[in-house]
């Protein structure tokens, strides 16, 4: 069954540093987003992105983060800066068009040290 | 604001008996709901939808009851299985690619 890539699973960086959140969506999907968890909070929208340009964004996705897909297949989450709060779960997904086709990578663990 | 609430943090259930969990929605415009399942570690999974045009759809075990007018759904597992033990989140859009906002989750115990 196709899948959501995500690397790495875990991320460890000090605070200030920039990183870079890795995703490979399913190949035929066309829409792909960004969600976080806070650990013990709910998922919570970061972005979407469609057609090589955001098409929607959450107060969360600031002037600190930004998204990319530089080739055909990858999809990466950049924080520039990185703080203390932005320590949780992201996740990856992608979509076909419509919402049953919205698949989850597994996710990246981020720790801001 | 909390568009997506799920007012039960946890939820235990006996094996064989029937889990109801419960999710409330604030926001007229959504149209499609969600209910996902997560384990630790891993990403969401998606598990059962349904349009605002209909009031229940069933998959299986799974089925999910909306209630437009009282903005409010449910998901019934019956009957419950130990491997049903996981997080699951209520989660509603305004339908197509849009966002899709979730609720805080209800973390389901099936006990053997």
């Known amino acids: 069954e196709p899948e959501v890539t995500q690397t790495p699973s875990h991320q460890v960086t000090q605070m200030g540093q920039e990183v870079i959140l890795r995703c490979v969506p399913i190949s035929n999907h066309l829409y792909f987003y960004w969600y976080r968890q806070i650990l013990g909070q709910k998922v919570e929208f970061l972005v979407s992105?469609?057609?090589?340009?955001?098409?929607?964004k959450s107060e969360i996705f600031d002037d600190q983060f930004s998204v990319e897909r530089p080739d055909g297949s990858n999809f990466t989450l950049k924080i520039r800066s990185t703080k203390l709060e932005d320590s949780a779960m992201y996740f990856c997904?992608?979509?076909?068009?419509?919402?049953?086709?919205?698949?989850f990578g597994s996710g990246t663990r981020l720790t801001v040290v | 604001d909390q568009q997506v609430k799920q007012n039960s943090p946890s939820l235990s259930v006996q094996e064989g008996r029937i889990s109801i969990l419960n999710c409330d929605y604030t926001n007229s415009m959504f149209d499609y709901f969600l209910w996902y399942k997560k384990y630790p570690a891993e990403g969401p999974t998606f598990l059962i939808s349904i349009s605002s045009i209909k009031d229940k759809n069933e998959d299986g075990r799974f089925t999910v009851f909306l209630n437009k007018s009282a903005k409010h759904l449910s998901l019934h597992i019956v009957p419950s299985q130990p491997g049903d033990s996981a997080v699951y989140f209520c989660a509603a859009s305004p339908g197509g690619y849009q966002k899709v906002t979730f609720g805080t989750g209800t973390k389901l115990q099936v006990i053997p």
């Open positions: 992105f469609y057609n090589n340009e955001i098409s929607e």
């Open positions: 997904a992608s979509s076909e068009v419509s919402l049953y086709g919205y698949t």
